[in-house]
C-alpha cells in the first residue's frame, strides 16, 4: 500500500510517516516548505518528498507509483478545503482522511493497545518520557513523539511491541478518535477557542476522552475539574506527593510529568517506582524543551499560558533572576486568546523581546497583533520591545550573554521560525 502524507514536515503527520515506513507500507509526501523535519525524514529514508502541494507534483507522482491513501493534517482542510492535493485525490477516488484513521488501522492491523498522552500542556515532554523508560527497560515498543529525541527516531514502529505509544492532541478533537488501553492526562486548562469556543466544551472534550479511556492516569485538580465519579480505573494523582522530590530532573512540569510516567509502567508493566527513579533521572530531554542549543542559550516550545510558566519556572530554576527572554508567539489567534496572561505572565522577567509571530491556520477576522502589540501588552510587568530575526538581534543576543545573562527563546518552530533561525546563527554546544 502506498501511502502519501500531505504535511508531512509537522510534528504530528512526520512521525506517523516514520511509522508507515517501518510496518512495511510505501510512504511518500509532501510539505508547503522545507525545514529541519524535512531533513530529518530524508535522513530517517523518506525520499519522495515534494516541497510545494500542488495538483501537477501530486499526479506526476500517482502516474508513476498510485496512491491508495492520502493522509493530511488538520491544518491542510481548515487553512484550504479546496487544497489542490485534497482536490486531486477526491477526483481521483483517492481514500482521503486525516491521520487518525490510519492510526487506528495500524493499531489494529498489528494488533497493538494505545497509551495515549493527552492535556493542555506537557504532551510531548511526557510522551518522551514513556518512550525513553521502556527503551532502557528494553521492553519492545512502538510509538509516535512530536520532537526530535536523541533515543531513537520520532516514530517507531517494532514489530514485538503489545503498546503503541501517542501523543494524542486535543486540537481538532484529534483524540476523540481513539480508545486507548491507557491514557496519562498532563493538565487541562483551556486552548485552541477556534475549535473549542468556550471552557466547558474544551472540559467536556477531556470529559469524553477519559470515558473513552479504559484506564487514566491524572491530577487530583484535573479530575476534579471534570467532576469526576471515583473509580477503579481512575489513578487519580497528588501534585504534592513528597515523593515527586525524589526526582532530580529540572523544572517542576517535567518532575510531575515524570511521576505520571513512572505511576503509568509500574501499573502496566509491574517495575519497581525505585528502578523506574533511577532511570528516569537519567532522561536526556528532547528538542526544543528547554533545550540547550548554545551555550547559555535554550529554546522552548512554550506557546499557552501554562507551558510558558512552565519554561519560566525552569528557567529560574537554572538561571535564578538572571536571563532574558526572546518571544516568539504560535498563531495570531492565540495571542489575541492569551493577550490578559501575556500582560502579567513576563513579570520581573530581565528584559522580552518580542519577534513577529509564527502564523498559521488564523482567524481573518483578527487583526494582525505586531511584535510592537505584544511588547506593550507585556511592557507594563517587564521591559519589553519588539525586534526581528536579525543580525541586530544576534548581536543583541550576544552582548547579554557577554554580561553573563542567560537566554530563554520562547519559539514556535517549523521552518522559519525563532528556534530555525537560532540554530543557524549560533553554533551548537
Not at 530517517?44 to 492520502?70: M, R
Not at 476523540?176 to 488501553?181: E, I, T, V
Not at 486552548?191 to 468556550?198: K, L, Q, R
Amino acid at each position: 500500500m502506498h501511502i502519501f502524507f500531505s504535511g508531512i514536515g509537522g510534528s504530528g503527520i512526520g512521525p506517523l510517516a516514520l511509522i508507515a515506513k517501518q510496518a512495511g507500507y510505501e510512504v511518500s509526501g509532501s510539505d508547503k516548505q522545507h525545514s529541519d523535519y524535512v531533513a530529518y525524514l530524508q535522513k530517517q529514508g523518506i525520499d519522495a518528498i515534494h516541497i510545494g502541494q500542488s495538483k501537477e507534483a501530486i499526479h506526476k507522482l500517482h502516474s508513476k507509483h498510485p496512491i491508495d491513501w492520502y493522509v493530511y493534517s488538520s491544518a491542510v482542510a481548515i487553512e484550504n478545503p479546496n487544497a489542490p492535493e485534497l482536490t486531486f485525490c477526491n477526483e481521483n477516488n483517492i481514500k482521503s482522511t486525516k491521520r487518525d484513521d490510519l492510526i487506528n488501522f495500524i493499531i489494529k492491523d498489528k494488533k497493538l493497545k494505545m497509551i495515549a498522552i493527552a492535556g493542555t500542556h506537557g504532551k510531548t515532554t511526557t510522551t518522551a518520557m514513556l518512550i525513553w523508560l521502556y527503551k532502557q527497560l528494553d521492553i519492545p515498543i512502538s510509538y509516535s513523539v512530536g520532537a526530535k529525541i536523541s533515543y531513537g527516531a520520532m516514530g517507531e514502529y517494532n514489530p514485538d511491541s503489545h503498546f503503541f505509544i501517542y501523543e494524542a492532541d486535543e486540537y481538532d478533537k484529534n483524540f476523540l478518535a481513539f480508545q486507548p488501553h491507557t491514557s496519562i492526562i498532563t493538565g487541562i486548562d483551556w486552548d485552541h477557542p477556534d475549535i473549542y469556543p468556550t471552557r466547558q466544551q474544551y472540559q467536556e472534550a477531556f470529559k469524553q476522552f477519559v470515558a473513552q479511556s479504559n484506564h487514566v492516569v491524572m491530577w487530583q485538580e484535573d479530575a476534579a475539574t471534570l467532576k469526576l465519579a471515583q473509580n477503579k480505573h481512575h489513578f487519580v494523582l497528588d501534585a504534592n506527593d513528597q515523593q515527586i522530590q525524589q526526582i532530580k530532573l529540572t523544572g517542576l512540569v517535567n518532575r510531575k510529568n515524570a511521576w505520571q510516567v513512572m505511576h503509568a509502567i509500574h501499573e502496566l508493566e509491574n517495575v519497581p517506582t525505585e528502578k523506574l527513579l533511577a532511570l528516569i533521572n537519567k532522561f536526556p530531554g528532547l528538542s526544543r524543551r528547554f533545550e540547550q542549543i548554545a551555550p547559555d542559550i535554550y529554546s522552548d516550545y512554550a506557546h499557552t499560558t501554562e507551558k510558558i510558566r512552565g519554561a519560566l519556572q525552569t528557567a529560574r530554576e537554572v538561571a535564578g533572576d538572571n536571563f532574558i527572554v526572546v518571544y516568539e508567539g504560535l498563531h495570531n489567534t492565540r495571542q489575541h486568546f492569551i493577550k490578559k496572561d501575556l500582560a502579567i505572565i513576563f513579570s520581573d522577567v530581565k528584559k522580552v523581546y518580542v519577534v513577529p509571530s509564527y502564523l498559521a491556520r488564523e482567524d481573518p477576522n483578527l487583526p494582525l497583533l505586531t511584535p510592537k502589540d505584544i511588547a506593550r501588552i507585556i511592557a507594563p510587568s517587564a521591559p519589553a520591545e519588539a525586534a526581528l530575526l536579525s543580525d541586530q538581534l544576534k548581536h543583541t543576543i550576544e552582548k547579554h550573554l557577554r554580561n553573563g545573562d542567560k537566554v530563554l527563546c520562547l519559539s514556535a518552530g517549523g521552518g522559519g521560525s525563532l528556534d530555525e533561525w537560532l540554530r543557524q546563527q549560533f553554533k551548537k554546544i
